[in-house]
């Protein structure tokens, strides 16, 4: 067995995320995601959280007798950015005197060895623009694993899904996913769809070779 065979497949989603007017928003999709994907023998635990300090001490708290192979997150994002609630995950985080600098510095250390380990953001746009090439390339040297995201805004199709290992460069387009003729001036990506590059849906449970 490899040690990412042998790691802990985790999920953290958005519980923030009501719907309006007592419908179910996009956390309920969140949830019952995390339902589906424990029953099909893609995680070994989940949890909804309100804030990135409650997402980073239950990953600590559940990998305490056990290495973690992959963490999933799902929730809302943006160029360089994943959103819990308003709050953001960023390159600052990784910053010396970040508040959150301690407990990555310690999720660090319980994730498999060997480059093996992979962050997926499941949200929309974290890898895209200058932005999210920055957040890449800094995210997996600081963790020294893979790490996963999308440059388009993604729902039940999710394109311009790419990944980056240590020490590589991007190979996907700083303007993929922004509007043609309007990459200057756009203040959203395109929508995911099944003709947009690198798509999967959001039934897909790994992400494919290439990507």
Not at 44 to 50: K, L
Not at 91 to 113: F, G, I, K, Y
Not at 126 to 140: D, I, L, P, S, Y
Request: with cysteine.
């Amino acid at each position: 067995m490899t040690a990412r065979s042998e790691g802990l497949r985790l999920m953290v989603y958005d519980r923030t995320c009501a719907g309006r007017w007592g419908l179910p928003g996009l956390t309920a999709s969140w949830r019952a995601g995390s339902v589906l994907y424990r029953a099909l023998g893609r995680l070994d635990d989940w949890r909804g959280v309100a804030s990135w300090p409650e997402a980073l001490d239950w990953l600590l708290a559940r990998s305490v007798e056990r290495r973690i192979a992959e963490i999933q997150y799902w929730g809302h994002g943006t160029w360089g950015r994943a959103l819990v609630d308003r709050e953001s995950l960023d390159v600052q985080a990784l910053a010396p005197r970040h508040p959150w600098r301690a407990r990555l510095e310690s999720l660090r250390e319980r994730l498999v060895p060997g480059s093996e380990a992979l962050w997926w953001f499941r949200t929309c746009e974290t890898f895209g623009t200058a932005r999210g090439h920055a957040f890449a390339k800094a995210w997996t040297r600081f963790f020294g694993c893979r790490a996963a995201g999308h440059t388009y805004v993604i729902g039940p199709w999710q394109s311009g899904l790419h990944s980056l290992a240590p020490g590589e460069e991007p190979s996907w387009p700083v303007k993929e996913g922004l509007p043609p003729g309007a990459e200057a001036s756009a203040r959203t990506a395109r929508k995911s769809g099944p003709r947009e590059p690198n798509t999967i849906t959001c039934l897909h449970g790994q992400v494919p070779p290439g990507f």
